[in-house]
T-cell receptor, first 108, second 116 residues
Framework: GEDVEQSLFLSVREGDSSVINCTYTDSSSTYLYWYKQEPGAGLQLLTYIFSNMDMKQDQRLTVLLNKKDKHLSLRIADTQTGDSAIYFCAEILGRLYFGRGTQLTVWP | DTGVSQDPRHKITKRGQNVTFRCDPISEHNRLYWYRQTLGQGPEFLTYFQNEAQLEKSRLLSDRFSAERPKGSFSTLEIQRTEQGDSAMYLC??????????????FGSGTRLTVV
């Protein structure tokens, strides 16, 4: 559970969709999470998905889970400049294990 | 309830000094966690409490680090004889064990430690 991997950077234009990808390590993780961190701030829970689900939609956010490949993605529709932040994927195995985070930059 | 509070927000200390950080979790949360985050990395688990009992400590938590949660409410994290490698953001989080995983952890804003 200690090798959650994410790509480090993503740049998109305002109004486009953003897709942030993550691979996790342990198929026994019951929940998987996406957290957002703005500069100098703590982590804010964005959304989560239970491991028996394939997809979860929450307003502009769509989470896709492929358990076979241990792959998780977060899609942000109509990305805004306020979405610029670091996004962390996390799995829970007794406690939360985080990836290194993906820095999302949104250009106007 | 205003969420998880951490104090101070920033701390600059000289190498070799001791520092102590405080975390006040959400009042009804029985679990409290400490994480450390260095630049360009995700948060790394240090330790966690259920009520006042410290149930797990990471190997990252050297003998210079000690954490307490004496009455099962607030917690303190002390670092003795600080080293430059201790410079990081120290994050506290809390959760309610009976809620299961769906609510995740609620994080505080962190304490930024700089050792000079």
């Amino acid at each position: 559970g200690e090798d959650v991997e994410q790509s480090l950077f993503l740049s998109v234009r305002e109004g486009d969709s953003s897709v942030i990808n993550c691979t996790y390590t342990d198929s026994s993780s019951t929940y998987l999470y996406w957290y957002k961190q703005e500069p100098g701030a703590g982590l804010q829970l964005l959304t989560y998905i239970f491991s028996n689900m394939d997809m979860k939609q929450d307003q502009r956010l769509t989470v896709l889970l492929n358990k076979k490949d241990k792959h998780l993605s977060l899609r942000i529709a109509d990305t805004q400049t306020g979405d610029s932040a670091i996004y962390f994927c996390a799995e829970i195995l007794g406690r939360l294990y985080f990836g290194r985070g993906t820095q999302l930059t949104v250009w106007p | 309830d205003t969420g998880v509070s951490q104090d101070p927000r920033h701390k600059i200390t000289k190498r070799g000094q001791n520092v102590t950080f405080r975390c006040d979790p959400i009042s009804e949360h029985n679990r409290l966690y400490w994480y450390r985050q260095t630049l360009g990395q995700g948060p790394e688990f240090l330790t966690y409490f259920q009520n006042e009992a410290q149930l797990e400590k990471s190997r990252l938590l050297s003998d210079r680090f000690s954490a307490e949660r004496p009455k099962g409410s607030f917690s303190t994290l002390e670092i003795q004889r600080t080293e430059q490698g201790d410079s990081a953001m120290y994050l506290c989080a809390s959760s309610l064990s009976s809620q299961g995983g769906g609510y995740g952890y609620t994080f505080g804003s962190g304490t930024r430690l700089t050792v000079v």
